[in-house]
């Protein structure tokens, strides 16, 4: 019946009974083997389960798009078994000491599993792919095919996530001295999936809806546990989020930001800047950042060689080096690129940079290594290899891959994809299994300067710009399952873009700003709906070039631009130097920051510690930007 949130829409949008029907069924054993392990009490249980369904009926509308159900309710079941155990311990208390019962046993040990609160608090800290893997193979025992369907992936991503979880989860319990071989701890999780769901309890599953609409409106019947169950976890759920936004206010207070902003980061992920942040050397210097500061970060494999392009090919009839003056040629300071991406799942840098005839380079940096690597470029643009394209309007010359990379690289996380615009298609390069593949079928056309593309997360595509075909804005739908077609449509046109124009997605506004260019450009806002609206000339040239800068911080929306010194030209009536500037998307708005200095080199946007990282080419910089405007609201006015 699909996945997950299609039947929590169905659900919630139509009433479907079927839909509330199949939810319980995917998931009730799974939420009622929880709720055993953690009280080891079956009557207990059976009413903690009821409870969580309880608030998933009280919670659905809010539930965020595309959320991961099972780990929601796996959360949740958490929650109330706490609550019931803590129930249980005070009323064991109030009996001894009214003398009825003689024993000082606790209730809510639970039946135990040899893992205890570790293997839950790991759990919960796992990426959010690798934990509904887990829940869905190893808890909830299911299939390959079935743990696929419900999650909306391939069965080999699945495959991997599942895997890989299992083994963090591995390694990081016995970090807690929690010694246990992978496969001891697959036994140890899918003795809890062999537990069924009590064949009485099924029925008072399914009829949740009515006990949630009375019962805990009302305050329900005394005897029902279950709601008062539910209401108990759903206050402690609203007491954890004052907590975290009392946390927020009180940091926002400390460096001189305004309620109005501390309120608006929290609601657009500002509890993300600090997630897991200890685990890590880049986390643990973004949670020590100011807003407004700029510190370097300490990295492995950040070599001169590393940065170095290829051109070890492109030789004379006497062997000597036509481009040997480029031969030093840095991809992260030198080419028109200035554009990398994060993967929050792998928290990981990917980005390919290329010189004028030379080979590109495809690197990565793992914050959870501390790393940069070397990685494969795709066969048809690697020049080394014998299957590579031939070099346009040069047969037999095997230096494909000519130009820069300019704004040409996309991510999708939910897909678990970084796409590579290229060689007149995408290279898609696929995250979990490092292979790529080439698409052709969406005649992308080439004009390499002016064909920017970036992932659009609300309309499940990539929006590709296209100069050749009158500026169309077009709308690129990977498959839903593996083997399918991609699809391509056209939302309209944008005109007046220059060649090396920009593109970004504001993941606080949920807007697309592109355009600019070489001369100055047009400037353009796509909204989750599709409408396009050209915005205010910007103040100077902005460009895909590394000495420019458009990033969005993904805590407060704001672009942080750096624009390209011009000389006066007929395009360019002034001579302009290169300036600072935040830029508001929606109030198309510009200020320009004078003592914000950036260097040359790649801007990245890392949503998950909320900062955003330079590279040079021999020096990391991570910078937290302190907000412009701190008093607005994201999304107001969007698409007006």
Request: include cysteine; proline fraction near 6%; aromatic fraction near 8%.
């Amino acid at each position: 019946m699909g996945s997950d949130w299609e039947l929590i829409r169905a659900w919630t949008r139509e009433g479907s009974e079927e839909a509330f029907a199949e939810i319980v069924r995917r998931h009730g054993a799974m939420v009622y083997a929880s709720c055993l392990r953690f009280l080891g009490d079956r009557h207990a249980a059976e009413d903690a389960a009821q409870a969580v369904f309880v608030v998933l009926v009280r919670k659905a509308r809010s539930l965020r798009s595309g959320v991961d159900l099972s780990s929601w309710l796996y959360g949740v079941a958490r929650r109330v078994a706490m609550t019931a155990a803590r129930s249980a311990a005070r009323r064991t208390r109030r009996e001894e000491d009214a003398g009825m019962i003689r024993s000082s046993a606790r209730a809510g040990k639970g039946a135990g599993d040899g893992l205890g609160d570790d293997f839950d608090r790991e759990l919960a800290r796992l990426p959010g792919g690798e934990r509904q893997a887990v829940i869905l193979r190893y808890l909830e025992g299911r299939s390959q095919e079935e743990a696929a369907e419900i999650a909306g992936c391939p069965r080999g991503t699945l495959s991997r996530r599942a895997s890989r979880g299992l083994e963090r989860l591995r390694s990081r319990l016995a970090g807690r001295g929690v010694a246990v071989s992978a496969a001891a701890l697959a036994g140890t999780l899918s003795a809890q999936a062999s537990v069924q769901l009590p064949a009485a309890l099924l029925p008072s599953l399914l009829a949740t809806p009515g006990l949630a609409a009375v019962g805990v409106a009302s305050g329900g019947p005394s005897g029902s546990k279950a709601a008062l169950l539910a209401k108990g976890a759903m206050k402690a759920m609203f007491w954890t989020k004052v907590k975290i936004a009392t946390a927020v206010l009180c940091a926002a207070s400390a460096v001189g930001v305004g309620t109005p902003f501390a309120y608006r980061a929290l609601a657009a992920g500002t509890a993300r800047s600090g997630s897991k942040a200890g685990d890590t050397a880049l986390g643990r210097l973004a949670a020590s950042l100011k807003p407004g500061q700029m510190k370097p970060l300490k990295t492995i494999g950040l070599t001169r060689k590393l940065g170095q392009s290829w051109y070890d090919w492109d030789h004379d009839k006497n062997g000597k080096s036509i481009y040997g003056a480029q031969k030093m040629f840095n991809i992260f300071t030198g080419g028109w690129a200035n554009d990398a991406k994060w993967d929050p799942e792998t928290r990981q840098v990917l980005f390919v940079g290329i010189g004028h005839y030379a080979a590109m380079k495809f690197v990565t940096y793992s914050a959870d290594t501390n790393k940069w690597t070397l990685e494969a470029v795709p066969t048809p643009l690697d020049p080394r290899n014998p299957k590579a394209d031939q070099c346009p309007g040069k047969p037999g010359k095997k230096t494909w891959g000519r130009g820069h990379t300019y704004d040409l690289m996309a991510i999708s996380p939910e897909h678990r994809q970084f796409v590579l615009r290229w060689s007149r298609g995408l290279n898609v390069y696929h995250i979990d299994n490092k292979k790529w593949k080439v698409i052709r079928s969406l005649n992308l056309g080439w004009d390499l300067p002016r064909d920017q593309i970036e992932y659009f997360p609300e309309m499940k595509g990539y929006i590709a710009y296209r100069g050749r075909e009158g500026g169309a804005v077009l709308l690129c739908t990977p498959p839903e399952k593996d083997g399918g077609q991609w699809r391509r449509r056209s939302l309209g046109s944008a005109g007046g873009i220059a060649m090396h124009g920009v593109m970004e997605y504001n993941p606080v506004h949920k807007v697309m700003v592109f355009g600019g260019g070489t001369p100055a450009g047009n400037f353009w806002r796509l909204d989750a709906e599709g409408k396009l609206k050209r915005l205010k000339p910007p103040p100077g040239c902005i460009c895909c070039v590394p000495r420019a800068k458009f990033m969005c911080d993904p805590v407060s929306g704001e672009y942080i631009v750096r624009t390209e010194k011009t000389e006066k030209t007929r395009q360019t009536p002034k001579k302009l130097a290169p300036r600072t500037y935040a830029y508001h998307p929606i109030r198309d708005e510009w200020k320009e920051m004078p003592k914000l200095r950036l260097p040359k080199g790649l801007g990245t946007a890392v949503n998950t510690y909320g900062v955003l990282m330079i590279t040079t080419g021999g020096q990391v910089l991570v910078y937290k930007h302190k907000p412009v405007w701190p008093d607005d609201v994201p999304g107001k006015g969007a698409s007006k």
